[in-house]
């Protein structure tokens, strides 16, 4: 006889509002968890609406920000066609007779120590930043934490847990509005994780708990008074920056533990991504060679050998869309490339049909929201590809990594049960190859939290499944050699070169004279490596 298994019944979801008029962030939540087909709304809670008590120059400065940034996740729409046939009730006390799984309140937090007791799993609630992402902008702190949280009678848990850079420096709307597309996500995480059995994101969650400041409130007057003068300096010192500097970047390359030499672009170009490969003895490092006047970047490579450049830049593959981390690897005798086209949402395949300078497009792997930055590694007799999708309304694509699977790079692509497997702007986003260092696989993202690839990080992976992946942080590449170098945020390891890429604030008038890369980037011997290991301190904060 052979055995059928039930599907297991549908999370019973108590809704908590204080009206069917809601942001639209709300509404995309609310599509996601449904989307997920593990859950119904089964209650719909309507509460009375708590005043607010924003101070008279918060609001001024709120109407203000509203008119010179509009955004989007905050426009109001109706959600009542969600709730077809569900029950409407608006006395809290009613709520423990309907047999919840779970609430999930959008409504104040106020009204969470009512219900915590009135669903199996409690009501889950989220938190943005510090004073709903209003501090992060105005003390400047590059980073905004997220936190879906549960409240179960007295004990309150994060039971999800991100970072996303601090958008708009001087707008907390814009900053808020990243914020809340992203967050639009985090219910339907939790509840797959919930009905699925996986234990929420506990190392995550560890973290927030360390790092999470209580929630003050909006500012006062005589803060807000304060908070003028702030940005009024920061806005001073930006115009007085772009007036005697850009910034550039640039690439760099060594052979074993000489001395980099760096590749510096015209004034009007950057040359950023680089990925070398050596081919008959010979050394290409392919790179994307952005061009200021026209908005986009194509794929070039120059050939080097230790004495400096032989030939090139020469272009190789230009669209009509940015194109750049040229991710090139050899494979049953042909050398193919994999360029980041997120602009077509595409990761498409290309092989070279005269190497180094033809290249002819194979396939599309992958179809998804602006894919970037795709880094494949075979691990295993099994492929993986390491790739950025961007949450719908979200901003830039800096956080959110996904993994995939196949047989051969060829696909096709399964993707892992709990994409994205990471969700933090400090290490999300890909940075070069996968590596074997001391026999352990190491997978280098970027830091973008100070600012967009600001630093690189030597990420440890030490569990990898269909439906698990864990890795932890062993090395943290600085830009902190030459007080010009404002950022590194590729690294690539291969035979006996390294490439890099660096940030360089080049000043408008004078020379460009940068120090010997030096500084973090020797952590990246064996013995460094190995002795990493031991003290994981090593990573800064």
């Known amino acids: 006889m052979t055995a059928t298994h039930q599907k297991p019944p549908l999370l019973r979801i108590g809704i908590i509002i204080e009206s069917f008029s809601q942001a639209r962030w709300v509404r995309k939540s609310l599509e996601n968890v449904l989307a997920t087909g593990i859950g119904q709304f089964a209650l719909v809670v309507k509460v009375e609406a708590k005043r607010s008590g924003d101070g008279l120059l918060y609001k001024f400065y709120s109407r203000l920000d509203r008119r010179r940034f509009p955004t989007t996740a905050t426009e109001l729409v109706d959600i009542q066609d969600l709730f077809n046939e569900v029950p409407v009730i608006e006395e809290v006390n009613k709520v423990a007779e309907f047999n919840l799984d779970l609430l999930m309140n959008f409504a104040s937090t106020e009204w969470n120590r009512r219900v915590s007791n009135s669903a199996k799993h409690g009501v889950w609630f989220h938190t943005f930043g510090d004073a709903a992402g209003f501090r992060e902008v105005i003390d400047d702190n590059p980073m905004t934490h997220l936190s879906l949280k549960s409240l179960r009678g007295e004990t ?237 309304g979200v901003a830039v694509n800096w956080d959110e990594l996904h993994l995939y699977f196949a047989d051969s790079p060829l696909g096709p692509w399964t993707p892992h049960e709990r994409n994205p497997i990471v969700s933090d702007v400090r290490s999300a986003r890909p940075a070069g190859r996968i590596f074997r260092s001391n026999g352990l696989l190491c997978r280098p993202s970027q830091d973008s939290s100070l600012r967009y690839g600001y630093a690189t990080i030597i990420n440890i992976v030490t569990e990898i499944s269909a439906s698990t992946y864990k890795e932890a942080p062993l090395l943290k590449i600085n830009p902190d050699w030459d007080n010009d170098i404002i950022g590194v945020h590729t690294l690539n390891m291969l035979d006996e070169m390294t490439v890099i890429d660096c940030l360089m604030k080049r000043r408008k008038f004078g020379n460009v004279r940068l120090r010997t890369v030096s500084g973090s980037l020797d952590l990246l011997s064996s013995d460094n490596m190995k002795a990493a290991l031991k003290d994981r301190t090593t990573l800064a904060d």
């Not at 601090?166 to 339907?188: E, I, Q």
């Not at 602006?370 to 880094?375: F, G, H, I, K, R």
Request: net charge negative; hydrophobic share 40%.
């Open 156 to 392: 309150e848990d994060i039971i999800y847990y991100s970072t996303s850079p601090t958008l708009g420096r001087f707008s907390v709307g814009l900053n808020n509005n990243n914020c809340y597309w992203k967050a639009a996500a985090f219910m339907a995480r939790a509840v797959r994780d919930l009905q699925s059995g996986h234990k929420f994101a506990s190392e995550r969650c560890a973290v927030a708990r360390l790092r999470e400041r209580s929630n003050l409130g909006t500012p006062s007057n005589a803060a807000m008074s304060g908070m003028f003068l702030k940005l009024t300096g920061r806005a001073a010192a930006r115009v007085f920056e772009k007036l005697t500097s850009i910034n550039q970047w640039i690439v760099a390359y060594r052979f074993d533990r000489e001395e980099f030499k760096y590749l510096i672009p015209p004034v009007g170009r950057f040359w950023a991504d680089p990925f070398q490969i050596k081919v008959d003895g010979r050394y290409y490092i392919f790179f994307e060679d952005y061009v200021n006047s026209m908005g986009r970047a194509h794929i070039a490579v120059v050939e080097v050998d230790r004495n400096g450049i032989v030939s090139g830049p020469t272009e190789v593959l230009k669209l009509d869309c940015h194109l750049s981390y040229p991710f090139v690897f050899e494979w049953q005798g042909d050398y193919f490339m994999i360029p980041e086209t997120g602009e077509r949402d595409v990761v498409e395949l290309y092989r070279a049909s005269s190497f180094p300078f033809k290249w002819e497009p194979v396939k599309v792997l992958l179809e998804a929201r602006s894919p970037v930055d795709a880094t494949l590694a075979e691990v295993n007799g099994q492929w993986l590809m390491f790739v950025n999708i961007e949450e719908e």
